[in-house]
């Protein structure tokens, strides 16, 4: 499931795109912000997939926004001028929306979006050499990605593994160590006895904790060291 922010001052196209952003199961919202400084604080707090984002705008344009962006997610323009199409694709973009449009071309480029998100999730699972897995889960085997998963919590004989794409974490029963051994290494850092997480999908560094988005995963001194080389990876 990919996670989306939309932004555009119009009030009435963010009503739009969130009732059909809510209409495709592979969709889900983080956010709906009026302008690029609103969104400027979610995008440093939330891991982001796919942005939905408004060309003209006050104070900055979409496209400057875009271009202030280091590391930016994919991005489809929503736009009442053709003319910007050319320069959106030279940053990149994966469609653009053409202001007014219709279901069947918001569906056209939401899927040509989530071919490529998997298609990296793949890339992701390949270049690291650990494939995805399934785990039990009651009577039923559930498929994890590993490019989903945000952190594992332990609990004795059994492991909670929370997912970017689902609000209910999966519960299995196996021991982190088991876990462990199927997940890349250099992707996932142990910062408690009970909690592995995903570095990637860290947004803030605390002093006995690390976030992603708005949750806190405790860090205790055993496992400190270990954050301490995310941060200054040549100490």
Known sequence: MMRCLII?????????????IRQL?????????KNAL???????????????????????SGLQFLSSLVNPPMVILVTAYREYALEGFNL?????????????????ACSRANELFQLKQQQT?????????????????VKITIADINYIEGLKDYIK???????????TRMPMKTIKRKLPPNDFIRTHKSFLVAVKKITT?????????????????LYKENVTRLIHPSS
């Open 8 to 20: 555009d001052d119009e009030q009435l196209i963010r009503d739009l795109l969130e009732d059909n």
């Open 92 to 108: 990149q973009v994966i469609d653009y929306l053409l202001k007014p449009f219709s279901m069947d071309r918001f569906m056209k």
């Open 205 to 221: 560094v605390k002093r006995d904790a690390v976030c992603i988005g708005e949750k806190e995963i405790p860090v205790s001194p």
């Open 161 to 171: 593994i929370y997912l970017t794409s689902q609000d209910r974490p999966i519960l």
């Open 38 to 60: 609103e969104a400027w604080d979610i995008i440093q707090k939330e891991p982001i997939d796919l942005l939905f984002l408004d060309v003209q705008m006050p104070r900055m």
């Open 25 to 33: 199961p592979f969709l889900q919202l983080v956010k709906s912000c």
């Open 125 to 141: 699972s390949s270049a690291t050499g650990y494939p995805d897995f399934f785990v039990h889960v009651e009577y039923t085997l």
